[in-house]
């Protein structure tokens, strides 16, 4: 299969500007499996860290994206956008939600870092946030299952049965096994217990996978992201800031709809040709990558994302994970933060909270045992539903 | 639906419709018996919205002309099976009524 658009390159991303967006502040709130406050509040709660940490006044925000994927669902409502400018106390902003459900938090990234590309905006404010608990689980499940082809929704299919049917195959294509699978949301849950931030502060074994419930075989609730509540915000600029971290790409592209109509059942197109697009509009590739937030809905998305985005050779990411090198003291850091299993998948949230995760690490202010050492160049992938669509966003740190 | 469409032009299948080929983005397409396939992965699914059984047994099946397919399996069938898709199922209901389709059954 080809990508059938962009045959033309890519474009130049800073389209003029001496200097690449840079994100000026970033801020979240702590990822939970229920918080009190409405979401109006818990947006409202991480745009202002956001501001907080870049020292800015909301005043010089002219540009707010809000990405959230399904409130009308979840909470009853809409027009999250509006609600939060008028929370900040703006007029005269230019303001969207932005909705590509389970990545809709990388989307309203892209949205902002295209706003201050393109000289739209010089203060734009990317805001991600869901509130799943609302709704108890069965509606939960409907609501995340009807982003399927109608095809698939027929047939009763959800987003664990996918990962399920590509964890299935990965084990029966190589010599990984059900044990190297259970690693990942291992290592995942060793990284959030040192992040204040994350859903599951707590440490788990390959044995606790093993044993816990099955879900979509050979996967168990180990290996799948909780529901989440949660917020996370990052200012981006045309101007850099002192302390702050070079955008050096933001990039997106769709897959198939139905998952079925990959030639590989191991094939994410999406995230292949978004990693693709983001490397050529960098002028950077995998090997130059020290740190990577990875969309591991699944535990087996870990790996399939690595070997689409040239982290690992393909077939050989579990490999990378049984030694070591995924961990956080390992060659290539991956969830530092925990990732989607432990931190947390607020979905509108998750994508503004890699970027988040991301610029900490850059920053190096992070405390001793939680940051990866010297880390310069970070990339976060953010996908939609099981690869309909993903964001690629690579972030370098201020020489 | 037991059939797939085949792409006029350059002979790709799909199980999912839509108005242009993935291959070669060629826009007519003819209705064809999907055959017998192979199954290239399979999952039992334990937590199932309302409406669909539980456990819900899915098989990832390979047909000729590169059309794949998620669908419900029958049991006792496993990777690298030989499987033909059998219409007239009962496999969701929702408030609408009950959605008919096909399954992923065993070639005798």
Request: glycine residues 10%; hydrophobic residues 40%; aromatic residues 4%.
């Amino acid at each position: 299969m080809t990508a059938q658009h962009r045959d033309a390159g890519v474009p130049d991303a800073s389209l003029g500007l001496d200097d690449p967006p840079a994100i000026a502040g970033v801020g979240m709130t702590e990822f939970a499996s229920a918080d009190d406050r409405p979401l109006i509040d818990l947006l409202l709660a991480a745009a202002e860290r956001a501001l907080d940490d870049a020292e800015c006044d909301a005043s010089t925000v002219d540009s707010v994206h809000v990405g959230n994927m399904a409130a009308e669902a979840f909470n009853e409502r809409s027009g999250l956008a509006n609600a939060l400018t008028g929370s900040l106390g703006l007029t005269g902003v230019t303001a969207r939600r932005i909705e590509n459900t389970s990545a809709s938090g990388a989307s309203a990234v892209q949205s902002a870092f295209e706003a201050v590309a393109g000289g739209h905006s010089t203060h734009a404010l990317a805001v991600g946030g869901e509130k799943m608990s609302s709704a108890d689980t069965a509606t939960a499940t409907e609501i995340i299952s009807r982003i399927t082809h109608d095809r698939e929704y027929e047939q009763g299919v959800t987003l664990p049965s996918f990962g399920g049917l590509a964890a299935a195959a990965y084990l029966d294509a190589y010599d990984a096994d059900r044990r190297d699978l259970a690693r990942i949301s291992v290592k995942n849950h060793a990284n959030a217990a040192k992040n204040e931030y994350a859903q599951f502060r707590k440490r788990i074994d390959v044995d606790d996978v093993l044993d816990s419930p099955a879900v979509a075989s050979p996967l168990r609730l180990y290996d799948c992201c909780p529901t989440s509540d949660g917020a996370a915000a990052v200012l981006i600029t045309a101007e850099p800031t002192p302390n702050a971290v070079s955008v050096a790409a933001c990039e997106s592209a769709t897959g198939t709809h139905a998952v079925a109509d990959r030639t590989d059942p191991l094939e994410i197109e999406s995230v292949r040709l978004a990693g693709e697009y983001a490397y050529e509009s960098a002028g950077f590739g995998a090997e130059a990558i020290d740190v990577a937030c990875i969309h591991d809905a699944f535990s087996i998305l870990e790996w399939l994302e690595m070997e689409e985005l040239g982290l690992a050779p393909e077939g050989d990411a579990w490999r990378l994970t049984r030694d070591g090198e995924t961990a956080l003291d390992g060659a290539l850091p991956v969830n530092p933060g925990g990732g989607l299993k432990a931190r947390g998948h607020p979905l509108g949230a998750t994508g503004v909270s890699q970027v988040v995760e991301l610029v900490w690490q850059l920053r190096g202010d992070l405390p001793e045992g939680r940051g990866v050492d010297g880390a310069e160049r970070g990339l976060a992938v953010n996908v939609a539903g099981f690869g309909n669509n993903a964001v690629c966003t690579l972030l370098e740190a201020d020489a | 639906m037991t059939q797939l469409l085949e792409c006029r032009e350059c002979g790709r299948r799909t199980y999912y419709e839509k108005r242009r080929c993935l291959e070669c983005g060629g826009s007519a397409f003819d209705r064809v018996d999907a055959g017998r396939g192979e199954l290239r992965s399979v999952t039992t699914v334990h937590v199932t919205p309302e409406g669909v059984r539980e456990p819900n047994r899915l098989g990832l099946a390979a047909f000729p002309g590169g059309a794949n397919v998620v669908a419900q399996l029958d049991e006792g069938l496993s990777i690298g099976d030989a499987v033909r898709l059998q219409g007239g199922h009962d496999l969701r209901v929702t408030d609408d009524g009950t959605l008919r389709g096909a399954r992923l059954v065993a070639v005798e």
